[in-house]
């Protein structure tokens, strides 16, 4: 999906900014980014409404780099925050980066949102309010992979607590980690955004870590109501047919 920004001729040098998009939550953000040898400076963020992602992205992420005097040819990278969260918003977030990226080529770092906020809190683990009374939960000890699933209440009370501490940024994950591990401690911080994912990809950035464009898709842990309903309609016409 190409995306209509003014580009400018390349100046001398390697491109030095990097831009975040994360559309993953009930609000998002994009940031902008200055590369400074191995770090990066945050140089402007930008808060999204939620709902309304299709509407304005294209429109704020033009804002923001014309706020800095720059165009698509100074961006070195794109880091697209890619789920789990709102399926739309996810969808949307990774349309506009790749319609960004693709006629440009400029690299995309992938990243979780479950990633960001346990990087965000220093925490080794972290949950995300999934709606339905349901979490997005990340679990990562010392010696094992890091895994990321969806639960409820049910699959809590079947997993061990992790060990360390757990990060949370939103009520109702906490009340539902309370209910089912009451013993454990939850570690508060505010939600992540598009420049805390900057900062925490910037790894990835200096060794060029980056997506293949052609196979990058949403990290969405939950089927989408389209698929859920959809096959529970064709389950309903097949056992009338059945009938």
């Known amino acids: 999906?190409?995306?209509?920004?003014?580009?400018?001729?390349?100046?001398?040098?390697?491109?030095?900014?990097?831009?975040?998009?994360?559309?993953?939550?009930?609000?998002?953000?994009?940031?902008?980014?200055?590369?400074?040898?191995?770090?990066?400076?945050?140089?402007?963020?930008?808060?999204?409404?939620?709902?309304?992602?299709?509407?304005?992205?294209v429109t704020a992420v033009k804002g923001l780099l014309g706020k800095h005097g720059a165009s698509l040819c100074d961006v070195r990278t794109i880091v697209a925050v890619r789920g789990p969260g709102s399926f739309t918003g996810v969808r949307v977030g990774l349309s506009v980066v790749k319609g960004l990226a693709e006629p440009m080529a400029i690299p995309v770092v992938a990243v979780s949102r479950l990633e960001v906020l346990a990087w965000k809190a220093d925490a080794p683990s972290s949950a995300l309010d999934a709606h339905r009374r349901e979490i997005f939960l990340r679990i990562s000890e010392a010696g094992k992979e890091a895994r990321e699933l969806l639960a409820g209440r049910t699959e809590l009370s079947s997993i061990q607590p992790p060990q360390g501490q757990l990060a949370v940024c939103d009520e109702a994950a906490v009340i539902l980690l309370s209910?089912?591990?009451?013993?454990?401690?939850?570690?508060?911080?505010?939600?992540?955004?598009?420049?805390?994912?900057?900062?925490?990809?910037m790894g990835r950035v200096l060794i060029g870590d980056f997506a293949d464009l052609a196979l990058l898709d949403g990290h969405y842990l939950r089927r989408s109501d389209a698929e859920i309903f959809g096959e529970a309609g064709a389950n309903a016409s097949k056992l009338a047919r059945d009938d």
């Open 179 to 201: 209910a089912a591990w009451p013993q454990k401690p939850l570690l508060r911080v505010d939600a992540p955004t598009a420049g805390d994912a900057i900062q925490y990809a």
């Open 1 to 57: 999906m190409p995306v209509d920004l003014p580009a400018s001729e390349p100046g001398q040098g390697k491109p030095s900014l990097v831009l975040g998009v994360d559309t993953c939550g009930s609000s998002g953000s994009v940031a902008l980014g200055r590369v400074c040898g191995e770090s990066v400076q945050i140089l402007s963020q930008e808060e999204l409404a939620g709902r309304s992602y299709s509407a304005n992205l």
